[in-house]
């Protein structure tokens, strides 16, 4: 991924679909780190889709994987019941965006040491979004179904001390199982991503927020995305 762009032109089916539909995205917060995006979606493959469809948005929560390299021309791959309907508005494909978050925390202003000179510091929320835009499609064949819910299985199970695999249950329960799914493929168009991390204070005030929020275990990452800015951040 060396070289890849994080933020792509949207091609006409997105302006189409959801007109001007990048997030607020101040220069001091973009995230440009193409090996650190990836990173995160693979240890946040929870996404919030949001769908274009001809009777509106459809939103729902599913996990994805990536497919290869997470750049334009690539794919990210999952599964949904049958029984969701969010497939039946595919059809051969809709323009989508996959919204992937986390290390989020509240930043307290008592955090910053030039709180106790100034007093001009307001509370504020750090967090990683990553917007992938794309077209969303669906499959029915067993085969591409199989492989996809075998890859998502095989990498959640990965670091399990007795990794599950499909092959531990019956073939007929398993081809049962699938015959109540679609395979979910997404094209990847575009991709924006925001790492708002105390960016925009200064070196005493982001070493505050690091030492504060790596106290608790529920913002640790948190703690350790500012970590990792510290040397490069403004």
Known sequence: MAG???VFHFRRSFRV???EAYMYLPTVFAERDAVFIADFVDRHPLATVVISGNDGLVID???????GELAIGHRLVAHAAKANSLWRVLHTG??????FSGAGAYV???????????????????YVAIHVHGRLSYT??????????????NKMEVGRT????ISDAPTRFIDQMLQGVVGLVFQIEAIVAKTKASQNRLPEDRGGVIAGLAKEEETSEAARVVERLVPRSL
């Not at 929560?61 to 497919?67: E, G, K, L, Y």
């Not at 307290?108 to 750090?126: A, D, F, G, I, R």
């Not at 007795?162 to 695999?165: Q, R, V």
């Open 140 to 153: 029915n064949d067993d085969a591409e179904k199989r492989a996809i819910v075998d890859r998502l299985t």
């Open 94 to 99: 809709a323009p989508a965006v996959l919204v």
């Open 4 to 6: 890849t762009e994080v």
């Open 17 to 19: 679909a959801f007109g």
């Open 61 to 67: 929560h599913i996990p994805f994987m990536r497919d």
């Open 108 to 126: 307290s202003p008592s955090l910053y040491p030039s709180k106790q000179t100034t007093h001009e510091v307001v509370p504020t929320w750090n």
């Open 162 to 165: 007795d990794p599950w695999k």
